[in-house]
């Protein structure tokens, strides 16, 4: 039977950072992947670094717009893990951060700026909100009809084709072992640990594991069922398109705040349009069927491109070669499911919400608190799953 300190499920961006991190600390780490590695959201995302507060937690009224205000003092930390990845890994990764803008056309969007640039003031995350003319000065992109926008020097884009890719293999540098298309199929407890089984193209093996980490995104409520536990993590379909390439145009990550829209251009020249509009979940036997991916809804994308070109007249000179759709993971209250549960000691979550632009600082601190270090577990505390312990009250 093969023993390790650490068994990361799900070959992510998380998963791949979380045992980059815990190798070079010299713990023995298995990450074992069901698909390929970067295959699901880490790998379908656009790429976008946002740190300002997300429209998705502005949009359903005041009570989620504070609390998620909260998660600004875990941007700030993002922020000096991106720049730290640059540092260590060059131009690889394609890591730009040349700033970001959240637009506002109408008053009742200005004054949406104004709220949200305050709560970010508080949480010091250094936005600064500007008017038609200064917008326009660092944007002509823009269309005229741009009223405000807050402006966030640090944010930007990355590859997300690369990343994980890139931290898998610094992992397995480091002394991690890396397996793709290989499963969790049981689950039981040893003297000090978990006694798993995984499955694969060459059979079934147990090993040992002190701790276990589930990286799964969409699919945590689904793995969360081999530990006797509801994880509430659910799954949710979106889309993505790419323009030909262009000269330069977009020299900084746009996002609106009143309609749903997030746009920056990418090394190469193509322009990458998304902004959190829907795709369509295909649906199994029971549920929905995570193994397909999900279909492209024809008025989402037509929404989203129209909300695009409103914003960037010039886009709509441009062909659309490509629109992809990922599936992403999201909680019941939109905020990340990061830490241990505390029921079962030894057993890690990492799932939901901005899993690409928190994913490097999740990794950092679940590291740190999986090799018993002092400083992950206050940073992760609002995000910890024991915010859900009431659902597993009657699993036993």
Request: glycine share 12%.
């Amino acid at each position: 039977m093969t023993a390790v300190d650490v068994l990361i499920v799900g070959g992510g961006l998380t998963g791949c950072a979380t045992a980059w991190h815990l190798a070079e600390r010299g713990a023995s780490v298995m990450l074992v992947e069901a698909g390929e590695l970067n295959g699901g959201a880490s790998g379908q995302n656009a790429g976008s670094l946002h740190f300002q507060i997300e429209r998705r937690f502005l949009e359903n009224g005041p009570a989620l717009a504070e609390q998620a205000s909260r998660v600004l003092a875990l941007n700030r930390l993002a922020i000096q893990d991106w720049r730290a990845l640059d540092q260590q890994f060059g131009p690889a990764m394609e890591i730009v951060m040349h700033g970001g803008l959240m637009v506002a056309e109408s008053d009742a969007e200005v004054a949406l700026l104004e709220r949200k640039a305050a709560r970010e003031a508080e949480f010091g995350v250094p936005t600064q909100l500007l008017d038609g003319a200064g917008v326009a000065a660092i944007a002509p992109y823009l269309s005229p009809g741009i009223r405000a926008a807050t402006w966030l020097a640090d944010e930007g884009h990355a590859n997300p084709r690369t990343i994980t890719r890139l931290l898998a293999a610094r992992a397995i540098e480091s002394g991690a072992e890396v397996r793709s298309h290989t499963q969790l199929s049981d689950i039981g407890r040893s003297a000090i640990g978990f006694q798993v089984t995984l499955a694969s193209g060459e059979g079934r093996e147990q090993v040992r594991a002190d701790r276990v980490l589930l990286a799964t995104g969409a699919a945590t409520m689904r793995t969360g069922v081999l530990f006797n536990l509801h994880l509430p993590v659910f799954p949710a379909g979106l889309t993505m398109t790419a323009t030909e390439r262009t000269a330069p145009m977009i020299g900084h990550l746009v996002q609106h705040v009143g309609r749903r829209l997030s746009m920056k251009q990418a090394e190469s020249g193509n322009i990458l349009i998304g902004g959190g509009w829907a795709s369509r979940l295909q649906r199994g036997d029971i549920g929905f069927d995570l193994s397909r991916p999900a279909t492209i809804d024809p008025e989402a994308l037509r929404a989203n491109l129209k909300a695009a070109a409103d914003t960037v007249p010039g886009v709509a000179a441009l062909n659309i070669i490509r629109s992809w759709t990922g599936i992403v993971a999201l909680t019941a209250d939109q905020l990340p499911l990061v830490g241990a549960v505390s029921r079962l000691p030894g057993l890690y979550v990492a799932a939901g919400g901005s899993g690409f632009t928190l994913g490097p600082t999740f990794a950092r601190l679940l590291a740190a608190e999986m090799a018993g270090e002092r400083g992950g577990d206050g940073e992760l505390a609002l995000f910890s799953p024991d915010r859900f312990d009431h659902l597993n009250g009657f699993m036993g």
